[in-house]
């Protein structure tokens, strides 16, 4: 017991010293936070990835891919309704009847596993793209960040209240964590500028190498 009353005591020194030294000024943590003061930035990130050309880009290509996979399995639902049409041409249980089930079996297998495969394919490709945009977006914001200063950047929505009729909506705005905040502490459009520059100079690199051209 008189172990803990010690060190509560020597507790209660300790702050009141503290205490007196920021009152004081001169202690050193404060002296270092006086060198140091906060800066806060805000980012829409659902608004970069709107924005930001590479994004655009690359889900352009994803969809591209997966046209020419839709395609792909329409053929292959087409071949297994003619073999459907076909398999009620011959009686049940005759020699050309367990041929043609048979193939029907491998192709409606065949074309079940590509579906499956080229979902979870689909999936995965999606979120690398995300995940490959969130880094760029995340190196850009810490680049901005050390260049301007700034000491924390925090994620928030620029969509206004105002006019939305959508209940869901609605509730997502009231529980936005932003309040209010000053222009010059959203860093949005300052980001997307950096990132579609960048991505303009090297989508032009490869043609401009090629043309011998000195590049910028």
Do not use: W
Not at 33 to 50: C, E, Q, T
Not at 88 to 103: A, D, H, I, L, Q
């Amino acid at each position: 017991m008189k172990k803990l009353v010690v060190k509560a005591t020597v507790f209660v020194l300790f702050a009141g010293l503290v205490s007196s030294a920021v009152v004081r000024g001169d202690g050193n943590a404060s002296r270092a936070v006086d060198a140091s003061p906060h800066k806060i930035g805000l980012i829409d990130m659902a608004r970069v990835f709107k924005n930001y050309k590479k994004f655009e880009a690359m889900r352009d290509e994803l969809k591209g891919e997966l046209t020419k996979s839709e395609e792909k399995f329409k053929l292959m639902t087409e071949q297994i309704k003619k073999e459907q049409v076909e398999l009620k041409g011959y009686k049940e249980g005759s020699e050309e009847y367990s041929r043609v089930e048979k193939t029907l079996l491998t192709h409606t297998t065949q074309a079940e596993a590509f579906r499956k495969g080229q979902q979870r394919d689909l999936i995965r490709k999606e979120a690398q793209i995300y995940k490959t945009i969130y880094l760029e977006v995340s190196d850009a914001v810490e680049k901005y960040a050390q260049h301007f200063s700034f000491t924390l950047v925090l994620r928030f929505s620029a969509d206004e209240l105002n006019g939305q009729e959508n209940p869901e909506d609605v509730m997502r705005g009231l529980n936005k964590q932003v309040v209010y905040y000053r222009p010059s502490e959203d860093i949005t459009n300052a980001i997307c500028e950096f990132l579609n520059r960048r991505y303009a100079r090297m989508a032009a690199a490869p043609a401009t190498e090629g043309n011998g051209a000195a590049r910028q």
